[in-house]
Each structure stands twice: as structure tokens, then as C-alpha cells.
């Protein structure tokens, strides 16, 4: 039988294990609390501008995002949908250029030139499409949009996962921006969903430090290739 001063040390060191552990679940469902809050914030906060694409405003641009490419070095399903309804927005004469911005920085992945080869192919003049090949990130897109080409009012052109987070950006850097969901009626697969809860708020992160983006380059929209 242990004696009781070693009994009582025993429970003491128990029960303070316990509060600790009471203590960080605690700490662990408040952060989540916060992080669900702030990705429905920025979930709701522009949600109002996303229109079917026959009701789009008009704009002087529709801003495509890159997703990534497929073998072949072809636009994947999802970069395919997004580019089908740009070109449906500019044969509608809602937008009058198409901007396509995606990530050219690994070797054999110009992300940009296959989207605007995909338009081309499609019937888009190639004096309509711009491309930003520094297109790192949505955060990236958007500002650079906004601040290299010139967009202070554009039409936002992704999934509608996707939608949410980039009218935040866009409408926090100074873009007028509306959005059309390219899958529009379609289910949003549930791991899109949970990677956008946290991509969301990291999104507001960036906005209010005001991150510099991932590519400094700066020089004006160049002619197309």
C-alpha cells in the first residue's frame, strides 16, 4: 500500500494534468471558433455579387484564375471550365478583354499560355487576352490586376468555391468586382470546402497586412503571344 504522502502527490499531479488538459481544449475549440467565424465572415461578405453569367455586368475585363494544367500541358477540367465561361462572357459582350493569371514559375508549366492558347483555339482574338504570368496566388491575381494592368472593375471568373474568397480580395484591393460561378449548378466536392474554410481566412490575413505579392515584377501587360 503506498503511503498517503505519496498517494496525495499522486492525485495533486492527476488532477493538474487534468486542468491543463481542460485548459488546452479550451484554448483549441476557442481558435476553431474564431477560425469559422472569420471564414464565414469573409464567406458572406461579397457573397450578394455573385451572379449567373446571362445577368453578369459588364466590364471592361473578366479576371481568369489559373488551375493548374493536365498532361499535355493543357488546361485541367477545372482551368477548362473556368476558361469555357469567360469566352461565354465575352461572346455576350459582357466583357470586352479576358485576363488570364496563372503561375508560370516551375519549368515545362506556362500556366498562362496555355490558357490563352485555349481561348485562341476558341475563337478569342488574340488582341483581346492578356496574360499575368505572375499570377502566384488568388491574393497575387488579384492585386496585380488591380495594380499592373489597370482593373478597376472586373468580372471574376471560378468555381464558386472559389468565388467568395477572390470577390474579398478583389473588392478589398480596389477592384469593383462581380463573380460567375463557371460551375454553376454543380456540387461543391467537400474537400474544396474544407481547404476554402481555412484559405479564407488567410485571405483576410493578407488583406489587412497588405502583403506585398509573391512577384515584384511590375512591368505593363505586355502584347499577346
Known sequence: ???PDRFARSMKAGGT????????LGLVGLGLVVVLGLSHFVRLRYQG????????????????FGAGLAPGAVPSPVLAQRLDAAIALWRQGKVRALLVSGDNSAPFH??????????????????VVLGDEAGLSTYDSCLRAHTVFGANRAVLVTQRFHLSRALFIANSVGI???????????ATPWRYTLRETLSRVLALAMVVLEVEPGSLNSRPPSAPR
Open 1 to 3: 500500500m503506498a503511503p
Open 176 to 186: 469593383d468586382a462581380w463573380g460567375v460561378a463557371a460551375d454553376e449548378g454543380r
Open 110 to 127: 506556362d500556366e498562362t499560355r496555355a490558357m490563352r492558347r485555349y481561348l485562341v483555339e476558341r475563337g478569342v482574338p488574340d488582341a
Open 17 to 24: 494534468t487534468r486542468v491543463w488538459v481542460r485548459r488546452g
Open 49 to 64: 455579387r455573385i451572379v449567373p453569367l446571362a445577368v453578369a455586368p459588364e466590364a471592361p475585363l473578366a479576371l481568369v
